[in-house]
């Protein structure tokens, strides 16, 4: 089975642009997420989608958005890009089991995309 | 609040011998799960074990063994027989029940661990 894919691989803006990156999850996965990892903040929870619904959102501005489509892949929007923004986004999915009370779900990373913001 | 320690930013150890990387937790639910993932230069996060806080046994996947001891709120990851591969970032992660929290991982800030020959 295929791993979880993001594209584009490595990215570079300037201060003002906008940006979208790209999530496929693995094949039967219905949930995916998003994290940003940095040297300062470490790895950060972005938001969560399930059945193309934003499930659960961390604590970043409303630059920062997303949408999952009907086959579980998803898309996440930085808008107006700062430089604080350079980092490297890992999206990952799970089967997402509805109604699941057991945290035993795993998570699968992607190899995620490094974004330079200049 | 959830949180995750990790108190060793780096690592060193020889070949072939094994290595304990130290994790603490803190969290008032009372079903969670924790998650070791390893993180090569190449930046992919790998999953390499779980253990969940109603497991009665520690969980082991090959070289990979999770040492919990629950009442201590701690779930340190030895790696036995250290192979040059092992080389990368390993991060303790937690997540607490699906239903109410997602699939939202809290993470700590990692240790660099370098296996030298």
């Known amino acids: 089975k295929a791993g979880v894919t993001q594209t584009p691989r490595y990215l570079i803006k300037t201060r003002g642009q906008q940006v979208t990156l790209s999530c496929s999850p693995i094949s039967g996965h219905r949930s995916v997420s998003w994290y940003q990892q940095t040297p300062g903040q470490g790895l950060q929870f972005l938001f969560e989608y399930f059945s193309e619904t934003q499930r659960n959102k961390g604590n970043f501005p409303g630059r920062f958005s997303g949408r999952q489509f009907s086959n579980s892949r998803s898309e996440m929007n930085v808008s107006t890009l700062e430089l604080g923004d350079s980092a490297l986004y890992l999206c990952?999915?799970?089967?997402?089991?509805?109604?699941?009370?057991?945290?035993?779900?795993?998570?699968?990373f992607g190899p995620g995309t490094r974004l330079l913001v200049l | 609040a959830q949180k995750i320690t990790q108190t060793q930013p780096g690592m060193f150890v020889q070949e072939k011998e094994a290595v304990t990387l130290d994790c603490t937790y803190d969290?008032?639910?009372?079903?969670?799960?924790l998650f070791w993932y390893k993180q090569p230069s190449s930046g992919e996060m790998i999953f390499l074990i779980y253990q969940g806080s109603y497991d009665e046994q520690n969980a082991t996947e090959g070289r990979y063994s999770l040492n919990f001891q629950k009442a201590r709120k701690s779930a340190n990851l030895v790696i036995s027989a250290s192979q040059l591969g092992d080389s990368a970032m390993y991060f303790c992660a937690m997540r607490g029940p699906v239903y109410n929290q997602g699939g939202k991982l809290i993470f700590g800030q990692g240790t660099e661990l370098s296996v030298k020959p």
């Open positions: 990952a999915s799970r089967v997402g089991l509805a109604g699941a009370l057991s945290p035993r779900e795993t998570q699968y």
């Open positions: 969290t008032s639910d009372q079903s969670y799960g």
